[in-house]
């Protein structure tokens, strides 16, 4: 035992660029511990210290594991919602699985803590929190292995609770977390197949709408700027591992209290992202604070919901974007490409009309693209082959400016070409019309 506790004093260190060879050497004595005669008789003995942050010890038929569970009241308020406003929401989320029908109470939200990134055999989760609606509460169950030996425990523990639940909502769980379970499942010998989650991976939706309007997509961010929720001392989820390998080296339980707090977090961040987008897909969009308030962001998420199969929800969010006097040409043109799409040419014409002058003291990109699509527009529909080659003029000139201060490439080359027989075409066109 005494040369495994040097081996532990060796994962001491606070340095970043150590923590692949603390998570190598932690996973490589594992087996170690299972068979170590001495560890079984302080698998009984826990620390004080986790009884100050509610963590318990667990068994099960096939070892032990600690456990800290957390039991909020319907009506407990978390940034901008409450709990019990998932009840009204969950139905909404029906439409990320069509063919089903979601309730609250069959979604399970699920959030890891790693010792790495990555979802190879090297990569264990110490910590696995999972939330879920039970009555009118929202339960919290954090689970988290002394060492490497107790993990098959807490996996079947996992396994267990998954059976009762039909959604998985995580925040790229299905690129990661989901992934990394199913590899321990198959690790510790319980199979890949033990349960087919339909996932609800909030992720996708956060970049759809907010990958322009906020800095990050972090969920941390995406928590702060738009569901209101301000953390206190918070560990960030990237210090996790590290304060878990002073743990394993220590065996001080303290610095994990903020990890549990954290992944706590997480999880009640999650069950108010699927309120929010439960609320959007119901159609109920003033019923969450705050409506949108940037144009770009308004326009996104219509086209979100358009995604989702909710044709019918989006027009509140265009018309607020298009009567918007801070909405920017790039915004514009993305919502006119829209109506392009859905033939709503007399709208599109407007907003490419309005990308236009918006960009009047700066003419960029999208007044460059709005021009070429008016000239289009009224070549190919109205046939006004005078006022398409005003546009195409318009676009040409931008096109010949900017090359002057740029390399001149082969994009830019091709551009200006098609451009000039554009010119010519239409010229033609118009003194055929004048003849």
């Not at 957390?70 to 901008?80: K, L, Q």
């Not at 069509?98 to 055999?121: C, K, N, R």
């Not at 460059?368 to 005003?390: F, N, P, Q, V, W």
Request: charged share 25%.
């Amino acid at each position: 035992m005494s040369g495994m506790r040097d081996r532990m004093n060796r994962l001491r260190g606070d340095s970043s660029e150590k923590v692949k060879e603390k998570q190598a050497e932690a996973t490589a004595f594992a087996n170690e511990l299972q068979q170590d005669p001495l560890l079984e008789e302080d698998e009984d003995w826990l620390s004080p210290v986790w009884e100050t942050f509610d963590v318990k010890l667990h068994k099960n038929a096939t070892g032990s594991f600690l456990l800290r569970k957390i039991v909020y009241a319907s009506d407990f308020h978390h940034g901008h919602h409450v709990i019990k406003e998932l009840h009204e929401a969950a139905p909404g989320l029906s439409a990320f699985h069509p063919a089903s029908q979601t309730a609250a109470e069959q979604i399970l939200f699920l959030d890891l803590e790693t010792t790495g990134l990555g979802v190879g055999a090297g990569n264990v989760p110490f910590m696995i929190g999972i939330g879920y609606m039970s009555k009118e509460h929202f339960v919290i169950e954090q689970t988290l292995i002394r060492h490497p030996a107790e993990e098959r425990a807490m996996l079947i523990y996992l396994a267990e609770k998954l059976q009762h639940y039909t959604f998985l909502a995580t925040y790229n769980g299905k690129a990661f977390d989901w992934p990394l379970v199913q590899n321990r499942f198959i690790m510790n010998g319980l199979g890949r197949k033990m349960w087919e989650p339909q996932h609800l991976d909030f992720l996708h939706p956060a970049r759809s709408v907010w990958r322009n309007t906020l800095v990050s997509c972090k969920l941390s961010h995406v928590e702060e700027e738009r569901l209101g929720i301000h953390r206190e001392d918070d560990v960030p989820g990237s210090l996790a591992p590290q304060l878990y390998f002073q743990y394993l080296a220590n065996g001080d339980p303290a610095p994990l209290e903020g990890v549990f707090r954290h992944n706590e977090s997480d999880m009640l961040s999650l069950a108010c992202l699927a309120i929010r987008f439960g609320h959007l897909l119901n159609g109920n969009i003033d019923s969450f604070i705050p409506l949108p308030n940037e144009p770009e962001e308004m326009v996104r998420t219509g086209l979100w919901l358009e995604r989702m199969g909710k044709n019918e929800l989006p027009y509140q969010l265009y018309n607020l974007a298009m009567e918007s006097d801070h909405a920017n040409p790039s915004t514009l043109l993305m919502l006119a490409a829209r109506d392009k799409k859905a033939g709503n040419w007399i709208r599109a014409v407007l907003l490419w009309q309005k990308a236009i002058i918006h960009s009047s003291s700066n003419f960029g990109t999208a007044a460059h693209e709005a021009s070429i699509e008016l000239a289009m527009y009224y070549e190919h529909k109205r046939k006004d082959y005078e006022t398409a080659l005003g546009y195409a003029n318009l676009a040409f000139e931008h096109t010949l400016n900017h090359s002057t201060l740029v390399r001149r490439d082969t994009k830019n080359r091709a551009e200006l070409e098609a451009l000039r027989n554009r010119i010519a075409r239409l010229r033609r066109k118009t003194e055929k019309q004048i003849q």
